[in-house]
């Protein structure tokens, strides 16, 4: 059984690729930071069904607690499958941008991806199996009006994700990033109507966390071998 890693596991797109990744056979960590009870319920859900999780709790921009949180994890066993899901938002125009919504934004996405995979990287490589999949948006592909701090964010992660796999290519290591345009989930339903929605997705409506998850249980699997270093974009054609 291959373990699996989700952070930022307690929202709408973590608890479906929570589901999908346990549902395909996984031994699934469900991290959380602040929404651990959330967590910790979907991983009973999932035991309950049949599948095998459990809920971890710590701040990915923290390098000292994920180190504390995931170096006993992988001691005997390499996590092999890794969904670096975790973001926030905190929107505003440039301009208008304090200082502390920047560097927020950045340390989750960016310091929390170095903080999380770094540990879990020689393990994996040891092993000489794994999948590396990083969720970014479609802003750090096209970028977006009130948010260049997470087009920033996300932009960078699409840069990573390229790097990181020529690095590990070799090593039977598969790395790539996927980019969600609208997804229906309580982020999105706070700020898209319907209208606007059908005004700037060409399929008329906003994605669901569970195409979303399904994308990225292929990209997961050992069908997905030969795909690495790309940045795949699931939303409905708005690009």
């Given at each position: 059984m291959k373990r699996a890693l989700v952070t930022g596991g307690s929202g709408g797109i973590g608890a479906a690729i929570s589901r999908r990744l346990a549902t395909d056979g996984c031994y699934v960590y469900i991290h959380a930071n602040h929404g651990i009870a959330v967590a910790q319920q979907l991983a009973a859900e999932i035991c309950a069904a049949g599948g095998s999780a459990e809920a971890l709790q710590f701040d990915v921009t923290d390098s000292?607690?994920?180190?504390?949180?995931l170096g006993p994890l992988v001691e005997d066993e390499p996590i092999q499958i890794l969904v670096n899901n975790a973001g926030i938002h905190d929107d505003a125009v440039f301009p208008g941008m304090r200082p502390d919504q920047w560097h927020r934004v950045i340390d989750v996405s960016v310091n929390g991806f170095f903080n999380v995979t770094q540990p879990l990287m020689m393990p994996m490589i040891r092993s000489r199996w794994g999948r590396i999949i990083?969720?970014?948006?479609i802003a750090g592909i096209t970028g977006n009006r009130g948010q260049t701090n997470y087009s920033a964010a996300k932009g960078a992660l699409n840069a990573a994700t390229k790097s990181l796999s020529q690095e590990v290519a070799s090593r039977g290591i598969t790395v790539n990033a996927v980019a969600p345009g609208i997804i229906d989930t309580s982020m999105s339903e706070a700020a898209f109507d319907a209208k606007a929605i059908a005004n700037m997705v060409p399929m008329k409506r906003a994605g669901t966390p569970t195409e979303v998850a399904d994308l990225i249980g292929f990209l997961a699997s050992a069908q997905s071998a030969y795909i690495?270093?790309?940045i795949i974009s699931i939303n409905g054609g708005m690009i």
């Open positions: 000292a607690a994920v180190s504390a949180a990083n969720v970014t948006s690495t270093g790309q």
